[in-house]
């Protein structure tokens, strides 16, 4: 059972806000470092979110993140059909140390 | 542009063993740790553990002690995962990611599809 909860679903229309929840048993901020990843089937999965709110160079600005207590979020907005596929955050205290999946997110854009 | 290339799709009995390779290039292999992913089907993903390339030291998941066995071979800039004694469990898509400096997966393997069945 994976340390971190997200919502096994969350589903939207185009144009709208999804926001993907990832919650810890503890702070999830302090793991220190938070990412969140797509992962479409029969893909590696891609970086969208890293450092709790960073975007790596080519992610779109529709995605955000944020960590409060503990608790991280994945923001999509405006979304898009190309955004439907599972979410995971991920949580990492530092070096040498063990690293955590949520256990993923299916997004739906109806 | 960093690339991990890894082993291809294998089938293997009960009981076998495995060895899955991944091949680093367009950065310095022993700078930054290697870790293990695996997701099986249905499942989500679940982190194995991970590797020094600078010094082989290891940090396995729980779930995994005693059974996973993460080496490299600097001369090659290769990480290798092994997984012994395999059930039908372990049927599933392994990943190496390169852990960067903010704790953040950017590169991954292409995935290693690996069935174990009798």
């Known amino acids: 059972q994976s340390a971190l909860t997200q919502p096994r679903s969350v589903s939207g229309s185009p144009g709208q806000s999804v926001t993907i929840s990832c919650t810890g048993s503890?702070?999830?901020?302090?793991?220190?470092?938070v990412s969140w990843y797509r992962h479409l089937p029969g893909k590696a999965p891609k970086l969208m979110i890293f450092?709790?709110?960073k975007r790596p160079s080519g992610v779109p600005d529709r995605f955000s993140g944020s960590n409060s207590g503990n608790t991280a979020s994945l923001t999509i907005s405006g979304l898009q059909a190309e955004d439907e596929a599972d979410y995971y955050c991920?949580?990492?205290?530092?070096?040498?140390?063990?690293?955590?999946f949520g256990g993923g997110t299916k997004l739906t854009v109806l | 542009q960093v690339q991990l290339v890894q082993s291809g799709a294998e089938v293997k009995k009960p009981g076998a063993s495995l060895r899955v390779s991944c091949k680093a290039s367009?950065?310095?292999?022993?700078?930054?740790?290697l870790h293990w992913v695996r997701q099986a089907p249905g499942q989500g993903l679940e982190w194995m553990g991970w590797?020094?390339?600078?010094?082989?030291?290891?940090n396995y998941a729980q779930n995994f002690q005693g059974r996973v066995t993460m080496t490299r071979d600097t001369s090659v800039s290769t990480s290798y995962m092994e997984v012994n004694s395999l059930r039908s469990d372990d049927t599933a898509v392994y990943y190496c990611?390169?852990?960067?400096?903010?704790?953040?997966?950017?590169?991954w393997g292409q995935g290693t599809l690996v069935t174990v069945s009798s």
């Open positions: 990611a390169k852990l960067g400096d903010s704790g953040e997966f950017a590169s």
């Open positions: 367009g950065y310095t292999f022993t700078g930054y740790y």
């Open positions: 590797i020094n390339p600078d010094n082989a030291v290891t």
């Open positions: 503890y702070t999830v901020g302090g793991y220190r470092y």
């Open positions: 450092d709790v709110n």
């Open positions: 991920c949580s990492y205290a530092g070096t040498s140390t063990s690293v955590v």
